[in-house]
């Protein structure tokens, strides 16, 4: 890593002073299939979470109450009203009250660690806990302090192997007893685990509810420099109790049946290892930190003053790694999740939200240069690739790949009633393997990994579109997202599948591929219609949908992003204007005229579209509110604003929203007045005096790529086949970036100092022709590259 960049990334390694008390302010570990979440309640804990433990549900009672696509047709065509509502009666089936549980995240285990034996009165003064996470060397450092108390402990998760890895120093007290608690988080819908003993070693394997799934999890204590070996102290149901004394190496191992045939020999072997001293703390520290040192090597970037762009950057960097590695990819939470009490085990969503949630966690992938991770995203989807044809074929009648609005790691459509025809999953999902393809252009990885999914995904929308007598081939009435509503040629959906169509046709061509359906292909890509707009000219939902209908606004960009379909800055005013002035998730809500939106997502993309035309006004102010509003103290994201603010204000501010838009009050809902509780007031779970609340809450993976993917847009732009490097950086700006992609396959690294360019690099690692457009000038360049050749750029 470059010793400038390398001494920067020292300088935003997280420091808890006090080590949170819950895991929802847990630090977080990851190699990109398991992960640990790091606090101090008053002992030590650890909520062990792995991407390949999820909730084995199974949907057959809900798929035979489903109405199949011609079914829901046909309904439509009588409705003169065309809202979704009836499938919540249409659709309603009785679920297995035993499965009752299984829509939240499992969480396989918890390991908690006390250094006395003394509970109740006889319980020591709590010491002070204090961490520091090494991003550089992607491990954590904890210290314990109290009067002759000060243990030190170190952890990491190696890349190639699903075992938290702990040590405890104890610095001349190899008496004090470490009593360790390796924890089966009790969970309604499961049984007690089966338990297995070993000599310094517990493990479990723990059937999933259906039978057919389960997971393991060891636990190996290994003493050095004279400490004891573990001993058994107790069992329960859902908890094993050791003890031991000194000096140890700690090895905690998850593995589950969806991954590999026997999870609980897995585990086993892997521990055996460990205690047979085959395998090393040592060996797995260096397989960690090189792994680590070559991902920070491959792109970093220096945002100057703006202190916050940097430590968030720099978390989103490292969490993007902590949860992509191995299918199947995090579901909402991405690996941040754990249980909540004795009765819940978990947050949701342990799946896959598929209207923008799954696919905006993927995005920063692209223009970061980390295209190894992406593997992780396409093969989640193709391992599952034949029951989603079947499902497919089974209710829409046609082939390809449908991706439900809900959808569980094992394929399987989690969501129903309503919500279920918004149908922009495989839209959305090939728009980012098009961005993959427009960043790369990697013939090799197009071929492995992203025409395969592309093509299927595609292939869907022809079998549920029809030619009109206009010419033009209509999408079949869906629901744009959120607003329950049907409208044929949906824009979210259209707008997506049309940027995509682009992409295979393009790409079949470079593969040789689909020669013969290429110019059908073709031929409904040229007759597609126009996405749809206000009579403002700004744009809307869908030609269906009422214009006094409510609508999200954030849902209102994809044309302009991802879709890239359109570069009309002047579009993006009226959109803006429009969204600020009717959307439901707009509001005025801390600050007398200060905006706030409603969620991570609908911020983002307002937020990219803001970036992307070039508003310097609100670009990044809009940035800089996404930290305020969901910004969390441990580096990652609320789902929801949070905001720390006086109900004196918040409640005046909630009166005066509502009348300086009176609108909002008279927009239809499916024909009818809007409901109460669907008005941004703002809502009163966002907004709170206390100053815990962000700790408290817990967190999405979207929130912290979304916030990647916009910090990398004010250093580096590529849209419309256009470089824009430092387009939308302060005017006295000092920083640099090194080694981001862009569109065009074009390594991209430069320097600013004081608002003015002082070097420039443009490595081609495909030939190609690179259209630059320097920082403040007009005019743009026309540089054609070989692969492997560089332009430079240097100030006389």
């Not at 420099?225 to 058994?232: L, M």
């Not at 998730?585 to 609908?602: I, K, M, T, V």
């Amino acid at each position: 890593m470059n010793p400038k960049y390398r001494r920067l990334l020292s300088r935003q390694d997280w420091r808890y002073s006090q080590a949170g008390t819950s895991w929802t302010d847990g630090l977080l570990l990851g190699n990109g299939s398991l992960a640990a979440i790091s606090y101090a309640p008053s002992s030590l804990e650890w909520v062990i979470n792995k991407n390949d433990v999820f909730p084995p549900v199974d949907n057959q009672e809900a798929l035979k109450a489903m109405l199949t696509h011609k079914q829901v047709m046909d309904h439509i065509a009588k409705k003169k009203i065309k809202n979704s509502k009836f499938l919540d009666e249409a659709e309603a089936y009785t679920p297995n009250p035993a499965l009752r549980f299984l829509g939240t995240t499992i969480t396989p285990a918890i390991l908690r660690l006390r250094f006395w034996e003394g509970i109740g009165w006889s319980a020591p003064s709590i010491p002070l806990t204090s961490q520091h996470l090494d991003f550089y060397n992607g491990c954590l450092e904890e210290a314990m302090d109290a009067h002759t108390f000060h243990p030190r402990l170190q952890m990491f998760i190696p890349r190639n192997l699903d075992t938290f890895c702990l040590r405890i120093r104890e610095d001349g007290h190899p008496e004090r007893p470490h009593i360790f608690e390796l924890i089966r988080p009790a969970h309604a819908a499961m049984t007690a685990p089966q338990w297995h003993d070993g000599a310094s070693c517990v493990s479990f394997v723990q059937p999933m509810p259906g039978g057919k799934l389960s997971y393991a999890v060891s636990l190996a204590i290994v003493p050095r420099n004279g400490g004891s070996p573990a001993s058994f102290v107790q069992r329960t149901a859902n908890c094993t109790e050791l003890s031991q004394t000194g000096d140890a190496d700690i090895f905690l191992s998850v593995a589950s049946s969806f991954s590999c045939a026997a999870p609980l020999a897995e585990v086993q072997k892997i521990a055996a290892g460990f205690l047979s001293g085959e395998t090393t703390f040592e060996q797995q520290e260096k397989v960690n930190q090189d792994w680590w040192h070559d991902y920070w090597g491959r792109t970093y970037a220096d945002f100057g003053k703006e202190k916050e762009f940097q430590k968030y950057f720099t978390f989103g960097l490292y969490e993007l790694a902590c949860a992509y590695g191995k299918a199947p990819m995090p579901g909402l939470n991405g690996m941040g999740y754990g249980p909540i009490n004795e009765q819940t085990g978990g947050v949701f969503c342990p799946a896959y939200a598929h209207d923008q949630n799954a696919q905006i966690s993927a995005y920063p992938i692209m223009p970061l240069n980390h295209l190894e991770l992406l593997p992780a995203f396409t093969e989640t989807y193709w391992r599952q690739r034949r029951k989603l044809r079947q499902f497919t074929r089974k209710y829409f009648g046609c082939e390809g790949i449908c991706l439900p609005l809900g959808m569980n790691q094992l394929g399987n459509d989690i969501c129903f009633g309503a919500y279920r025809y918004t149908m922009c999953g495989s839209a959305y999902t090939s728009a980012v393997l098009s961005l993959a393809w427009k960043y790369s252009r990697d013939v090799e990885l197009l071929r492995k990994h992203i025409y395969p999914l592309l093509r299927e995904l595609v292939i869907f929308h022809f079998g549920i579109m029809k030619k009109g007598k206009d010419g033009m081939y209509h999408l079949d009435y869906t629901v744009p997202p959120e607003i329950f509503t049907f409208t044929r040629d949906d824009s979210a959906m259209t707008s997506m599948f049309k940027s995509s169509l682009a992409v295979l046709i393009e790409t079949s061509a470079i593969l040789g591929r689909d020669a013969k359906q290429r110019p059908r292909w073709q031929e409904i890509y040229d007759h597609l219609p126009d996405i749809c707009k206000t009579p403002d000219g700004a744009l809307w939902c869908g030609p269906d949908v009422p214009y006094d209908h409510y609508f999200f606004g954030g849902h209102l960009w994809l044309p302009y992003f991802p879709s890239e379909l359109t570069e009309d800055t002047g579009l993006v005013r009226k959109t803006f204007e429009f969204i600020k002035k009717e959307a439901c998730e707009f509001s005025c809500a801390d600050l007398p005229g200060q905006w706030h939106l409603n969620h991570e997502w609908s911020m983002f993309l307002t937020t990219t579209a803001l970036l992307r035309s070039g508003d310097r006004k609100r670009g990044l102010p809009f940035l800089r509110r996404f930290l305020e509003f969901f910004a969390k103290e441990n580096g990652l994201f609320s789902h929801d604003p949070i905001l720390i603010a006086d109900p004196a204000i918040t409640e005046q501010a909630q009166k005066d929203f509502m009348r300086l838009h009176p609108r909002q009050q008279r927009r239809s809902y499916n024909g009818g007045p809007l409901p109460e509780d669907d008005y941004d007031v703002p809502k009163p779970y966002c907004v709170t005096p206390n100053p815990q609340a962000k700790r408290l809450a817990p967190a999405v993976q979207e929130g912290n790529s979304a916030f990647l993917f916009m910090a990398s847009e004010i250093l580096l732009q590529s849209h419309g086949g256009i470089l824009r490097p430092f387009c939308m950086v302060p005017d006295d700006f000092s920083g640099s970036f090194q080694n981001f992609l862009a569109e065009g396959g074009f390594l991209v690294s430069g320097e600013m100092k004081d608002g003015a360019l002082q070097s420039l690099t443009v490595k081609a690692t495909v030939d190609g022709v690179c259209r630059l457009q320097l920082p403040g000038k007009k005019k743009i360049q026309e540089i054609k590259l070989a692969k492997g050749r560089v332009y430079h750029f240097a100030r006389d």
